[in-house]
């Protein structure tokens, strides 16, 4: 699922959740998660499956991407996905969840052929996380990007997969979008991870004199 999405739900936690005092992170990157009478199976207090469920997926550490596309009117559009792994290795292939709700799921839905970009962040590139995690009408005003023919090519990424839909599997809230890759660029940079709902976990050892993340 996407960041947003899973924002949105965290949000309806934290109000039935107030009056027990629980605290509980609404911002990626900001508050705490502290999980207190919930078990990850959703038995804990007044958690239903959907609870439960958000809860274990928070615990799941994961790279973040951002998925771009051009829109009907020829503008930039992307979102920021935790939901995104490789498919399969002949055809080289994506796979990556889309909330219905998002432009960006829309332009990709109209069909298979549709050209997208998958672009793995860096640490350093919190910020730009933010943006794309936002709901802005115009995402890419204040990032460095170019046009790779219809797609929108974030600059200083790690990893960016140019990608033409192959299959679409519509379910729930989501729609899975599996995109062959065309085109691929690697280079090194350690990459920005999300756990807990926040971004600012490092996979190296803590710096000295810093206590560990979390």
Do not use: N
Not at 194 to 205: C, K
């Amino acid at each position: 699922m996407d960041l947003r999405q899973q924002e949105k739900r965290q949000g309806r936690e934290h109000e039935q959740d107030r009056g027990q005092g629980q605290d509980r992170d609404q911002g990626q990157g900001q508050g705490r998660d502290q999980g207190q009478g919930r078990d990850l199976g959703g038995r804990g207090r007044g958690a239903g499956p959907a609870d439960g469920f958000t809860e274990a997926m928070s615990r799941l550490v994961s790279g973040v991407a951002v998925v771009s596309a051009r829109r009907d009117d020829g503008r930039p559009c992307g979102l920021l996905v935790s939901s995104l792994c490789s498919y399969s290795a002949s055809p080289p292939s994506i796979l990556v969840a889309l909330a219905r709700s998002s432009r960006t799921c829309r332009e990709l839905a109209a069909g298979p052929g549709a050209h997208f970009g998958v672009h793995l962040l860096a640490r350093t590139h919190s910020a730009l996380a933010q943006t794309f995690a936002g709901s802005s009408e115009d995402k890419f005003a204040d990032v460095l990007w170019e046009w790779d023919g219809p797609v929108p090519r974030l600059a200083g990424v790690p990893v960016y997969a140019k990608c033409r839909t192959g299959v679409l599997l519509p379910h729930g809230d989501h729609v899975i979008v599996v995109g062959e890759v065309v085109d691929c660029a690697v280079a090194e940079a350690e990459p920005l991870v999300y756990f807990r709902r926040r971004l600012d976990w490092s996979l190296g050892p803590p710096a000295r004199g810093r206590p560990p993340a979390g």
